[in-house]
């Protein structure tokens, strides 16, 4: 089955800990997104991937950090300076961003949802 | 200032009847345009994308866009229960393809 997944489903936090949330496609997509989704709001963009070994702040990436070292992969870290992280966060997909015709289109994983203690 | 509005709702809609869900963006060159489906808990799914000026159909679902305008509708013919969820408009705002989403607009479909 192709598809993004994303682990864990749930995480928790102490205050002070970073936690690194995983985000896997096997869809050969290159660009790779993370949002996030705090209750009666819209998503958020955290960090984006076009390319392997390349990646760009989005919106709100303080306290966040990425790494795109595959084509497959791209991990987020949501590290101690993010001050008020607990939020759904989304992974997301596309096969070539900023062209017409569907191959810009994003498809999400599963989400985490993440609660700090 | 938001780039993307939406009614947040609820919109109560009687089984049967048809939903008409709306949103508006700010940016006069976006070219590209989703509705994205998502249940309470879970991630969005996409329901359809549209380019050009227009209506396109998929099943139930109908978008409508107006670039002059710069709104983008989408309607649900037949509603059934299980279209009860928030529906998420995203619109592309740069070169590069950049997703601004709308808060959403939540859908109840009553039996």
């Known amino acids: 089955d192709g598809g993004i997944t994303q682990s864990p489903k749930y995480l928790f936090r102490k205050e002070g800990q970073n936690v690194t949330l995983s985000c896997e496609q096997n869809l050969n997509h290159d660009a790779m997104y993370w949002y996030r989704q705090d209750p009666g709001q819209g998503l958020r963009l955290i960090y984006y991937s076009q390319i392997v070994n390349d990646f760009q702040k989005g919106d709100i990436a303080e306290g966040y950090s990425v790494s795109r070292e595959k084509k497959e992969s791209f991990p987020l870290t949501v590290t101690s300076a993010q001050k008020n992280p607990t939020a759904f966060y989304l992974c997301?997909?596309?096969?070539?961003?900023?062209?017409?015709?569907?191959?810009?289109?994003?498809?999400f994983g599963p989400g985490t949802r993440l609660t700090v203690l | 200032q938001k780039e993307v509005e939406q009614n947040s709702g609820p919109l109560s809609v009687p089984e049967g009847a048809i939903a008409s869900l709306n949103c508006t963006y700010s940016d006069r060159v976006s070219q590209s345009f989703f509705w994205y489906r998502q249940y309470s808990g879970k991630s969005p799914e996409l329901i359809m994308s549209i380019y050009s000026n227009g209506d396109k159909e998929d099943g139930r679902f109908t978008a409508q866009l107006n670039k002059a305008s710069q709104y983008v509708s989408l309607l649900i013919r037949d509603s059934q229960p299980s279209d009860s969820a928030t529906y998420l408009c995203?619109?592309?705002?740069?070169?590069?393809?950049?997703?601004?989403f709308g808060a959403g607009t939540q859908v109840v479909v009553t039996p």
């Open positions: 997301a997909s596309s096969i070539s961003p900023g062209r017409q015709g569907g191959t810009d289109t994003q498809y």
């Open positions: 995203a619109v592309v705002t740069d070169s590069w393809g950049k997703f601004q």
